[in-house]
């Protein structure tokens, strides 16, 4: 008889405040792909997801797809169309990539982990980012006076 091989679950589905709180709290790097209820999870860079897990087979690196629709510390991303991808470490946001470019993701997934790796094995400390498009959204007023040089650090 054939064995079958058990298919092993590459992304964790996050749709409730719960869960997603529950996620922050995962050792290692987590990815996590928003959408939007009406247009789903990215598709096609599942298979660059599974690839790089596999070529690793890294049991830090995680992978996720959250609902903006129904987890509140997401809600600011309703209303977005493109593929965003938020990198969380330590429960902290450390990156984010918006659309699908594999290279850039990759890219990010491998920086991101190698600095997971030393925050856990060195006890270097995260670097924690905001994401600076929401920001802007958010404030564009303060956003403007910064970049203009009147809003001092």
Same mark, same amino acid.
């Given at each position: 008889?054939?064995?079958?091989?058990?298919? %092993?679950?590459?992304?964790?589905?996050?749709?409730?405040?719960?869960?997603?709180?529950?996620?922050?709290?995962?050792?290692?790097?987590?990815?996590?792909? !928003? *959408?939007?209820?009406?247009?789903?999870?990215?598709? &096609?860079?599942?298979?660059?997801?599974?690839?790089?897990?596999?070529?690793?087979?890294?049991?830090?690196?995680?992978?996720?797809?959250? @609902? !903006?629709?129904? %987890?509140?510390?997401? @809600?600011? $991303?309703?209303?977005?169309?493109?593929?965003?991808?938020?990198? *969380?470490?330590?429960?902290?946001?450390?990156?984010?990539?918006?659309?699908?470019?594999?290279?850039?993701?990759?890219?990010?997934?491998?920086?991101?982990?190698?600095?997971?790796?030393? !925050?856990?094995?060195?006890?270097?400390?995260? !670097?924690?980012?905001?994401? @600076?498009?929401? $920001?802007?959204?958010?404030?564009?007023?303060? &956003?403007?006076?910064? @970049?203009?040089?009147?809003?001092?650090?």
């Amino acid at each position: 008889m054939g064995s079958k091989k058990k298919e %092993i679950l590459l992304q964790i589905t996050i749709n409730n405040q719960e869960l997603w709180e529950e996620m922050l709290c995962f050792k290692g790097l987590m990815v996590v792909d !928003v *959408y939007q209820a009406w247009c789903g999870p990215c598709k &096609t860079v599942v298979n660059l997801f599974r690839k790089i897990k596999n070529e690793l087979g890294d049991d830090l690196l995680h992978f996720a797809v959250a @609902e !903006v629709d129904s %987890i509140g510390a997401l @809600e600011k $991303y309703q209303g977005k169309c493109e593929p965003t991808f938020l990198f *969380y470490a330590g429960g902290e946001l450390v990156a984010v990539v918006r659309g699908a470019n594999a290279p850039l993701l990759q890219k990010t997934i491998l920086e991101q982990l190698a600095a997971e790796r030393k !925050v856990l094995e060195h006890g270097a400390e995260h !670097v924690v980012i905001k994401d @600076e498009t929401l $920001y802007k959204e958010e404030n564009p007023a303060a &956003t403007q006076k910064r @970049e203009q040089g009147g809003e001092q650090a």
